[in-house]
């Protein structure tokens, strides 16, 4: 993977309705993404094993870890435990910049 990534490079996916992926960076160990949001799009419950950081760049968003629900704005942090069930809904339309440690293999097959 290059040492320097510009969004300009890394293409746009649909991943779910009002709901885009952008992977920015990767090596095995670790992995970034941006995931743009439309005001109202779901981001479902779901796990991993990887684990997970994730700031918000802009927007508002309710998310829920463990059971646990926060509402987080631009500039909040969250971190996603291994195997922790997660997702969230956009309360106004926004992006989260996600970390994973290691790489989420099946993203590059999507």
């Known amino acids: 993977m290059p040492l320097f ?3 300009a490079d890394a293409p746009w996916r649909d ?3 009002g ?3 952008q992977i920015l960076s990767h090596d095995p160990a670790m992995m970034t993404v941006r995931v743009a949001f ?3 799009a779901v981001g479902a ?3 991993h094993p990887h684990t997970q950081v994730s700031v918000v760049e802009r927007g508002v968003f309710d998310v829920t870890i463990a059971g646990e629900t926060k509402r987080l704005q631009e500039g909040d942090i969250y971190h996603v435990p291994s195997d922790a069930v997660h997702g969230c809904v956009a309360v106004e339309a926004g992006a989260l910049l996600d970390v994973f440690t290691p790489r989420r293999d099946e993203f590059l097959d999507d």
Request: no cysteine.
């Open 45 to 47: 419950m779901h796990q």
């Open 5 to 7: 990534a510009t969004t």
């Open 19 to 21: 709901v885009r992926r």
């Open 38 to 40: 439309e005001k109202g």
């Open 15 to 17: 991943v779910a309705p």
